[in-house]
């Protein structure tokens, strides 16, 4: 099934470790301006190869990357590694600790087609197109995706529990997350791992498009390459790998706000919904989230002057026609993109995935926020997706809405970087 590699990583200089705090860096698609703004005032920051900047941001990174190749900045590890990665965590409401436990390797940047990895949302052509501009100049993964195996026996957890006592670095994150790093080298424990993924199917949680940015890039090389094997650097991809049957793995909800709609009535909007849903206006819009909390088919929407909860009619569900399984039918995300989004909104599926109307946000206090502040016209506010649900989705071979789900912690960047230049890999 699933091939992996440990890698030979490049790493901050054993001096720059000691404030690797200042040197790590959010993943793109959750910086927030602000954020990125603050990091790029440090010029090691890992920041300027995973979201780089100008009129050039691929051929910008290139060059910084060059620069700290060449003045040691980072540095290669001699021995090809597994690289533990803990994440402890706690939730708002709850000040029990969590442990997310996963290691980072190579993995094989496989087909959809070969139904090896698994995909369980859409991407959107334009972030792709970056990623693969931005792996083609420096042939450099920057930060892992996250990817899920299934093992109940957690063979794999013994080794990472030993790598972690002693880490390579420990420091606390953006989201306040505690993050240690170890590394394994042992060959022989090594094989463990590659010998029990290579009997797995992957579920790729988070990362879609850097994903599909190393598939695109694979191709594309492939082609190129007369000599073609399977084994060059450029087949493999940087992925984070966690555990499906531990209890340490949350999703979080996306919420979706709507901008920029031309000829936008709330009093029509609801006039439509009311065809659908049974609808509670909310007096207090900052309890909605909770008011819909575990609710099947229930969203909150947000004006700038009324809240509603909503919670589809029952026996109005066997009108969602999209020519989907009933897997995906039976999701929140499906029913808020069909009864929501189409009918109310007049945004039709097709159109949906790049559409500039439809933005997304993890954060319920921003959505109300924004709503308020006239910077949207509204929120639809909905709840997580489960662990069994995406499982599901994955192996009905269809795909949820992009941004549908939000794995929470997310990886950091910047504690390794992997090259897929031959010489290097």
Same mark, same amino acid.
């Given at each position: 099934?699933? *091939? ?17 705090? =200042? ?11 602000? &954020? ?10 890992? $920041? ?8 050039? #941001? ?28 803990? &994440? ?63 093992? #109940? ?8 529990? *030993? ?24 060959? =022989? ?32 090389? /492939?082609?190129?390459? #007369? ?47 009311? /065809? ?10 900052? =309890?909605?989230?909770?008011? $819909? ?61 790049? =559409? ?18 006239? *910077?949207?016209?509204?929120? $639809? ?30 990886? $950091? ?13």
């Amino acid at each position: 099934m699933a *091939e992996i590699l440990p890698l030979k990583a490049w790493l901050y200089n054993d001096e720059l470790k000691q404030s690797i705090d =200042s040197l790590t860096s959010p993943l793109f698609d959750v910086v927030s301006e602000k &954020q990125r703004n603050k990091l790029y005032e440090n010029e090691l920051n890992s $920041i300027h190869l995973s979201v780089p900047t100008g009129s050039n #941001p691929s051929e910008n990174a290139l060059e910084i990357l060059n620069l700290w190749k060449s003045k040691k900045i980072i540095v290669q590890d001699e021995v090809p590694s597994i690289y533990v990665y803990y &994440q402890y965590f706690t939730l708002p409401g709850n000040s029990s600790e969590i442990c997310r436990k996963g290691f980072i390797c190579n993995i094989k940047a496989y087909d959809w087609s070969d139904k090896v990895i698994l995909r369980h949302e859409n991407t959107m052509p334009k972030s792709v197109n970056d990623r693969i501009d931005l792996l083609n100049k420096t042939q450099l993964n920057v930060s892992p995706t996250h990817g899920l195996y299934t093992d #109940p026996e957690y063979v794999l957890e013994k080794h990472m529990d *030993e790598a972690i006592n002693t880490p390579l670095f420990e420091t606390e994150d953006y989201q306040g997350v505690r993050d240690v790093f170890a590394v394994i080298n042992s060959p =022989s424990v090594i094989d463990e791992f590659v010998n029990l993924i290579k009997e797995k199917n992957i579920i790729l949680a988070d990362g879609h498009h850097r994903y599909e940015g190393s598939l695109e890039y694979r191709k594309a090389r /492939q082609i190129e390459n #007369p000599n073609h094997t399977g084994n060059e650097g450029y087949n493999f991809h940087m992925m984070y790998l966690t555990n499906t049957e531990t209890d340490n793995l949350r999703v979080l909800p996306t919420h979706r706000l709507i901008k920029g709609l031309l000829d936008f009535s709330e009093e029509k909007i609801m006039e439509v919904l009311s /065809q659908y849903f049974v609808i509670k206006e909310i007096m207090d819009p900052f =309890s909605i989230n909770e008011i $819909i909390l575990g609710k099947q088919w229930a969203f909150g929407l947000i004006f700038k002057n009324n809240s509603y909860k909503l919670r589809l009619k029952p026996e109005i569900h066997t009108q969602l026609d999209w020519p989907f399984s009933e897997e995906i039918k039976q999701l929140d995300l499906t029913v808020m993109h069909y009864f929501i989004i189409e009918k109310a909104l007049s945004i039709i599926g097709s159109k949906q995935r790049s =559409s500039e109307n439809i933005l997304f946000d993890r954060n319920f206090a921003d959505c109300l926020t924004k709503v308020f502040q006239n *910077e949207a016209q509204m929120a $639809i506010i909905t709840n997580d997706v489960t662990m069994d649900e995406i499982k599901k989705v994955c192996h009905s071979g269809y795909t949820m809405p992009q941004k549908s789900t939000y794995f929470y912690p997310k990886v $950091i960047c910047g504690f390794l970087f992997s090259s897929i230049k031959e010489d290097e890999f």
